[in-house]
Structure formats: C-alpha cells, structure tokens
Antibody, heavy 118, light 105 residues
Framework: QVQLVQSGAEVKKPGASVKISCKASGYIFINYFIHWVRQTPGQGLEWVGTINASGGGVRSAPRFEGRVTLTTDTSTSTVHMEMSSLKSEDSAVYYC???????????WGQGTPVTVSS | DIQMTQSPSSLSASVGDRVTITCRASQAIRNDLGWYQQKPGEAPRRLIYAASWLQSGVPSRFSGSGSGTEFSLTISSLQPEDFATYFCLQHNSYPWTFGQGTKVE
C-alpha cells in the first residue's frame, strides 16, 4: 500500500533551518509529484511547494520562494524539504503528500511538527 | 492566487441529517477540486476528486458537485464517524489553495 513516512518532530530557534524527509513506498516513486503542505491552528492548510519526484521540476508558493528547497533522491524514494530563516510563524505540522500530475493530492504522510521558539 | 471561500466554518448536525458544505473559487478552476476529511490528530484523507468523483473506499453517502467557481460537498445521511473537519483544495493553478475548513459537530 502507498505510504509516505516522514521524519520526526523538530524544535528550532528563530533564524535556523529545518530539513524534513519523506520516504515513499508502495508505488512507482518517479511517476508522481510530492507536495508539501503545512497546517497551523490559526492559518489552516497552506501549500508550500511541489517537486516532480523524478527530479524534473520544483515550484514553491511565492511567499516561500528563496526559503524553501525541495530535493528528491530516486535511489531511496525520498524527498526532502528544507526551510531556512525560520520564524515563529513557521511553527506548524508539515505534511508530505502525493499527487499524480493534474490531479489533487491523494495520499498524505503522518505529518512532522515543527516548533520555532527561542 | 486563487482564493477558496468555504462555508460555513462550522455547523451543528445530528446523525441522519443531510449536510452540505460549499467552496467558492475567486476565479474559474474547471473541476480541479478535491474534498478532504480530517479528524483530530490524523492526516487528511481524500473523499472526492475532480469535483465529483468518489474516492475508492469512501462511502456513497458522500458526493461532490460543481464546476467553474461553485462547488459543494454533500453528506446525504450523517453518520457518527463523519463528525470531523472538511476542506476543499484547488489544484488548477499554483499556488494551490485550500478552503478554511468546515467543522461538523
């Protein structure tokens, strides 16, 4: 079955970076996009960006451009999301999700809580 | 960015009730919309894709409709396990955007 398994919770100080991994299994990795979504109690769900798992292309939401780096490792079926210059407002649960091209998200990882606090 | 306006933000319902949730897009998005259910402490799960197609394994009491800018999710007869938060997602253009969610309680 399709599984997206994310790395564990993180606690970071303002200005630091965080890198979250997402290991996929149960399907042909390179045939799908991985989208990152974050969720906060106040702001709800927010799309962060996407990467073609085969390594073809990356898009980020404008508000994250320059701060988010998405990478894919086809040898291990793993995608990484790195966010830099963290602020307290970046505290959220970050989800790794899967979507076929042209279709909405169909599977979600378990989520990775990130806390940014001094 | 395409704004997704979801209503209501919450609703109170009883088992057996018919429930309808609406999402309105700030510009036409064809049928590029999905509906999701989320329970506390869990990741969301998709109920509907392409506005009206039922995800495999999802009970038939869930249905979706709409195209362009107006979309709705209907639960024909609310069951105890349906008390949750529901939200829509447009994937017509980047950045993808979500509705603010509807809590069914």
């Amino acid at each position: 079955q399709v599984q997206l398994v994310q790395s564990g919770a993180e606690v970071k100080k303002p200005g630091a970076s965080v890198k979250i991994s997402c290991k996929a299994s149960g399907y042909i990795f390179i045939n799908y996009f991985i989208h990152w979504v974050r969720q906060t109690p106040g702001q709800g769900l927010e799309w962060v960006g996407t990467i073609n798992a085969s390594g073809g292309g990356v898009r980020s939401a404008p508000r994250f451009e320059g701060r988010v780096t998405l990478t894919t490792d086809t040898s291990t079926s793993t995608v990484h999301m790195e966010m830099s210059s963290l602020k307290s407002e970046d505290s959220a649960v970050y989800y790794c999700t899967r979507a076929p091209w042209g279709v909405s998200i169909d599977y979600w990882g378990q989520g990775t809580p990130v806390t940014v606090s001094s | 960015d395409i704004q997704m306006t979801q209503s209501p933000s919450s609703l109170s319902a009883s088992v057996g009730d018919r429930v309808t949730i609406t999402c309105r897009a700030s510009q036409a998005i064809r049928n590029d919309l999905g509906w999701y259910q989320q329970k506390p402490g869990e990741a969301p799960r998709r109920l509907i894709y392409a506005a009206s197609w039922l995800q495999s394994g999802v009970p038939s009491r869930f249905s979706g409709s709409g195209s362009g800018t107006e979309f709705s999710l209907t639960i024909s007869s609310l069951q105890p396990e349906d008390f949750a938060t529901y939200f829509c997602l447009q994937h017509n253009s980047y950045p993808w955007t979500f509705g603010q969610g509807t809590k069914v309680e």
